[in-house]
């Protein structure tokens, strides 16, 4: 299956993660909410790796990929806390989108740290994505 495939997959779970998240974030804190679906995420994902082995490939791993990992981590638990505090605040139809905002936000962070290339068209998709955040987050 192609990465097209995982993409979409991974799409149609984080409408999923919207919409569930939302209503249950309603009577709790914020935080505690992130808490919560970390951990549900951490013991999920573990038993993945250890049901295919996958586990074996730890004393592999390189420092530097150590480093960038922990470094995605605590990316993903900043955004997952803010992505939660305002699922609480305002409305899934206007957070979603502005939380998307983020697919043009890496096509420039990949331009500039990663070296990807930045043609007329990306910038074009960038310009739209962004367009259609902010019409969905603010219609």
Partial sequence: MSWIFWAILSAVFAAGTALLAKVGVEHIDSNLATAIRTTVVLFFTWAIVLGLNAHRGLPAIERRSWIFLVLSGLCTGLSWLCYFRALQLGPVSGVAPIDKLSVAIVIVFAWLFLGESLT???????SLVTAGALVLAFA
């Fill in 120 to 126: 007329p068209m990306k910038i074009l998709g960038a």
